[in-house]
């Protein structure tokens, strides 16, 4: 069934309300697979690889990208991306901060400013970051230190928890 | 007409002053013969042209070999004249036949025997072109006006006498040429060679520069893609009424690559033009000093910042940070803005690209974005600082590439002129040197001969 707002004349454009965001209770409609690309600026992981179902921690909340998912735009925080392929393995990937964008045609553009497989981390070399970075939060000297101090924590934080 | 008659003619047309000499008279008949239609030359009785310069030539060629005094040639002349076989009037072209038979360089005689005056010149060209259009091809002007072939290798002692002779043939001439010396060859020599040195050692480095930056490229791209995949998708655009516009160029700090920054400021320049012209208000942003250098005699008032240190290292994702953090802070609220780069799309070749990006509140204010779900003002905001991020970051990969591509082909061709010239030089050098070895042998041998 066509939506209606495709059978108005191009004249009519301007007119016609703004195309409206999936509802709730809408059926997806569209390709079923997803076109997922998972990049850091110097490393690619997939790109437009065809995978069952994606897990990324953002700013607002954890939530899991299957195919067909409604577009959004997120911010990432540090935390683990599992990438579930396929044939069902899952794949762990500890990622610092980037983006992640679900497009109308099902494709995920998820960037990464710096992504470390789980083998490349160590849970001994995590803790001290983190007592380290404590430390520096507490002896911050103005609001700039003190943000820049917040962000490591946040950051060693989840490594730790990534890594226990 | 006789020659007595156009004799006449001349010294009255130049007046009293010149005594109409050969070559005045070789250049009127010449002048005659060119001017006047052949089916015309005997009706006006100038048909005796040919004739006339063949008499000429006749007398003169049994002359001596090299430049011989007037008053000399004519006693000579005299005393060969029944030699001179029957003519009749014919026809030119006929005229012409005999006269091209006629031995070698029986026409340069005609102006060799007079002072080197202008019109002699004239005459000599023009009974040359006219008459042996081959003595050309063989020996050029060069040879034309030195009376030897242009293009003659010295393999006798006689090169010595007969390049002095040449020089001083020029002289008289009005042209100045001096023969370089062994020391101003080996000095040019030696700095051609200095220079294709350093262009040699500069293309290994751009080569193994390009090697990487090519291998950084590769992710980059499609990280860049991925980048920039909502704006195509969502098919944000601009609307009209937006003002403020602001241009990246990404560029380099280093010369030496071919056009790699004037193409990037060409395009800048017509943008700004057409942009102007739509009204709206432009600024630009240099990332690289060479881009300034470039722009800044013509359009330094629409520079809002440049960056600096560019291009000596790979850039990393914190020079596209540092960039994008300046751009966000400068204080200027753009729209809309693009980045212009060089897109790198093989070795040999490259393509100035322009992508755009957009401000906040044009993002926010498009109306496919509302497509898009659960978006805050706060992700917004983080998310559109770090598309930029990540825009600069992709045009500053592709840049690098090109212009370590450019920088690679650029070297080469110099390095291959530099060789090209010294090959010559070393071929000059050659010659001079044998010709400075002869010359003393010859010093050397004729004060021998005068002491003996």
Known sequence: MLPARLLLRPAARALRPPPRARGYAEAAAGPVQMAFTFASPTQVFYNGANVKQVDVPTLTGSFGILAAHVPTLQVLRPGIVTVYAEDGTASKYFVSSGSVTVNADSSVQLLAEEVASMDMLDLAAAKSNLEKALSELTAAPDEVAKAEAQIRVEANEALVKALE | MKPGRIRMLICIFLGNQTRPGRAHLVATLLLAHLAVPAQLLKPLGLDAVGDGLRAEEIRLAHGAAGCPAPSRLRRKRKAVAPEAPPRAPGSTSSHAQRLRGAGTLTFSRVAAAAPRSSVAMFARGAAVLLYRPQWLDTHGWDGFIRDEPARKVPSSPTFLTVSNSRISAISRWGQVRNMATLKDITRRLKSIRNIQKITKSMKMVAAAKYARAERELK????????????????????????????????????????????????????????????????????????????????????????????????????????????????????????????????????????????????VAGSENISIYDDIDADVLRNYQEYALANILFYSLKESTTSEQSARMTAMDNASKNASEMIDKLTLTFNRTRQAVITKELIEIISGAAALA
């Open chain 2, 219 to 362: 992710p980059a791209r499609v990280y860049g893609v991925g980048a920039l995949a909502l704006y195509e998708k969502a098919e944000i655009k601009a609307s009209e009424d937006k003002k403020k516009h602001l241009i990246v160029g990404v560029s380099s700090d280093r010369g030496l690559c071919g056009a790699i920054h004037t193409s990037v400021a060409k395009t800048i320049k017509s943008e700004i033009t057409a942009l102007s012209d739509k009204g709206k208000e432009v600024m630009v942003v240099g990332v690289g000093d060479k881009l300034r250098g470039l722009l800044q005699r013509t359009h330094s008032q629409h520079f809002l910042v440049t960056f600096k240190e560019v291009g000596r290292k790979p850039p990393s994702f914190g020079d596209a940070s540092v960039i994008a953090l300046e751009l966000l802070n400068s204080g200027y609220e753009f729209d809309e803005g693009s980045i212009i780069y060089n897109r790198f799309r093989s070795v040999i070749s490259y393509r100035t690209d322009e992508k755009p990006f957009f401000s906040l509140d044009t």
